[in-house]
């Protein structure tokens, strides 16, 4: 069973567009939830990560956008340039010692 | 600082043939962990550590074994290969537990191809 529902699988998006990528978890335990970047032939990467204290957290032009009650939460990335054609995961922690990470969104950022 | 170092790149290996997927960090992390990445699954813990001499299964441990026997190395084993564990393996480091707001770091990973 899917801990955190990731989508879309794939994302294209002009340069200079908004990408958008969502996430979804079930358990209420979940009290971290970090996402992660990853180029090809590479490990993943911290990028941004919220607790569910804040609704958002921006660092640049990554924001995490976090509804609690819908246990939702996205990563929007605001004028997308081609180097942020990556896989990108979200992931959620907080009981045990486990993370638990979505399927991946493979966003292509087109010139 | 090299980070999280793992060897090798990549490996090809027959059903049942046994190896050890090596990994080490320098960064003096007690928290270690194996991942495995298979397309349309993300990544999936297999083992962690919360210390030298301290391992635990995580969410896919089957057909793995891991030791920790220094704070630096953790490697993974597998004992008889099964096409089912083709996949690209990462290990990652972090301060703390996994469960915490500590970063976990990931290294370049390894490419295991069975047949």
């Known amino acids: 069973q899917q801990q955190v529902k990731q989508s879309p699988q794939s994302l294209i998006v002009q340069k200079g567009g908004i990408s958008i990528i969502n996430c979804a978890y079930e358990?209420?335990?979940?009290?971290?939830f970090p996402w992660y970047q990853q180029f090809p032939g590479k490990g993943p990467a911290l990028l941004i990560a919220?607790?569910?204290?804040?609704s958002e957290k921006k660092e640049g032009r990554f924001t995490i956008s976090f509804n609690k009650s819908a246990k939702q939460f996205s990563l929007h990335i605001m004028d997308s340039q081609p180097g942020d054609s990556a896989t990108y995961f979200c992931?959620?922690?907080?009981?045990?010692?486990?993370?638990?990470f979505g399927t991946g969104t493979s966003l292509t950022v087109i010139p | 600082n090299a980070g999280v170092t793992q060897t090798p790149k990549f490996q090809v290996l027959k059903t049942g043939q046994s190896m050890t997927l090596q990994c080490a960090q320098d960064?003096?992390?007690?928290?270690m962990s194996w991942y495995r990445q298979d397309p349309g699954m993300g990544l999936r813990l297999i083992h962690y550590s919360v210390g030298a001499g301290i391992t635990d299964q995580g969410e896919v441990p089957n057909g793995y074994n891991v030791s920790r026997s220094t704070t630096e190395d953790f490697p993974l084993r597998l004992l008889s290969a099964a096409p089912s564990q083709t996949s690209v393996y990462f290990c990652?480091?972090?301060?703390?537990?996994?469960?915490?707001?500590?970063?976990?770091?990931f290294g370049p990973g390894t490419r295991l191809t069975v047949l």
């Open positions: 919220i607790r569910p204290d804040v």
């Open positions: 960064m003096n992390h007690e928290y």
């Open positions: 358990n209420t335990a979940f009290d971290y």
């Open positions: 992931a959620a922690s907080g009981f045990g010692n486990q993370f638990y």
């Open positions: 990652a480091s972090s301060w703390g537990l996994a469960g915490t707001t500590d970063t976990q770091y």
